[in-house]
Each structure stands twice: as C-alpha cells, then as structure tokens.
C-alpha cells in the first residue's frame, strides 16, 4: 500500500483539504495506513502536478479558504489499477516480537512490563474498534462502501483479538518463567506488572 493511493481513496469518499484529510487520517484511515501532515500536503502536490487530482472549483472567491481536492479521471483510473495488482502479503515486522526473540539469548529483564503495557494498549484498541463498529455499522449501513468498510474494521478487530489472546499467553509465560528462576528462598526476580 502506498500514501498516494490512500489519498486518492479518501478523496474519492469525499473532496477535502489538506487539513480535512489529516485529520480523517488520524481518525480512520490512520488505524491502517498512517501519515504525517507534512506527508499528506507533500503527497497533494505531487498528486496534483501528476494530473491525478486537482483543486476542487469554488462558487466564490477562495481567498484565505483552504484548498479542497477532488480525484481526476487518471486518478481513479490509477486507484481502479492498484486495487487489481496482485500483490504478496508482507511480513509482520514488530519490534517486540524481535525483542522477545532477543530475550531467549540474553534474558527476560523488563519485559513482563513491556508485554503487559503492549495487552493494555492493544485491549484499548480493540475497544476503541468495537464502538467504531457499534456506531457505525448498524443493520441501516448496507451499501456496498459500507460493508467493504465494514470488512476493513472486522478485519481490524480480528487483529487486536489476535494480539490481545498472544500477548495474554506471552504475559502469563513471562511471569510463570520468572516464578520458575527464583530460589526456594523466594528472593529471586519478580515480574513487575500485573
């Protein structure tokens, strides 16, 4: 995936400016592709200049309005290409997992906590997708923009279960590790979160 073609999705869901768009990125769009608002405003230019989109034209004189962008007929026709390409699964590339391997050369040290931060965060995400799902995608929103959206956010969630269930089994491993390698004198390292 790339930061053009989630541009031109969110432009043809609906003309917007640079600042609309940055903040449709943090709110939606983001969960799955993220982007910088100097990134967004950089990729408009290039998508401008590349004939792919172009300022939206204004019934009134746009003096100190923001610019609003609509998708041209090469840019959807772009878009339409890039959603038929083939393309391979990538590899899950997460820091943790490649710290946890790391763990089984040099030790646990810190990183019951870690993994316990990691469930929390990952338990609020799920949370946050649920009321999204909620909200949003009741029996009434059954268009077919709806329920690929739809799609796209179950997708998310089964996600977050997947986390959420590995890292409840990492966590609990951790801490049965770390009550294994105390003496019988019970001074030995304790986990540090619950």
Do not use: C, N
């Amino acid at each position: 995936m790339s930061l053009p073609h989630a541009i031109l999705t969110a432009l043809l869901e609906k003309p917007s400016s640079g600042i609309e768009l940055t903040r449709r990125f943090d709110r939606s769009i983001g969960y799955f592709w993220s982007a910088t608002h100097q990134q967004i405003y950089r990729e408009l230019g290039k998508l401008e200049q590349s004939g792919a989109i172009r300022e939206l034209r204004r019934q009134q004189p746009a003096q100190g309005q923001k610019k609003e962008y609509e998708v041209l007929p090469a840019g959807r026709a772009e878009l339409a290409a890039w959603v038929g390409r083939i393309e391979d699964p990538k590899p899950i590339r997460d820091a943790l997992l490649l710290r946890l391997r790391a763990a089984g050369v040099v030790g646990t040290q810190d990183l019951y906590a870690e993994v316990g931060r990691h469930l929390v965060l990952h338990r609020a995400q799920l949370a946050e997708y649920r009321a999204i799902e909620a909200r949003d995608f009741g029996p009434d929103r059954a268009s077919p923009g709806d329920r690929v959206r739809h799609l796209v956010l179950r997708g998310g969630i089964d996600l977050e279960r997947f986390w959420v269930g590995w890292l409840e089994d990492a966590h609990r491993e951790l801490r049965e590790m770390a009550e294994e390698a105390r003496p019988d004198t019970g001074t030995g390292p304790e986990p540090t979160a619950k």
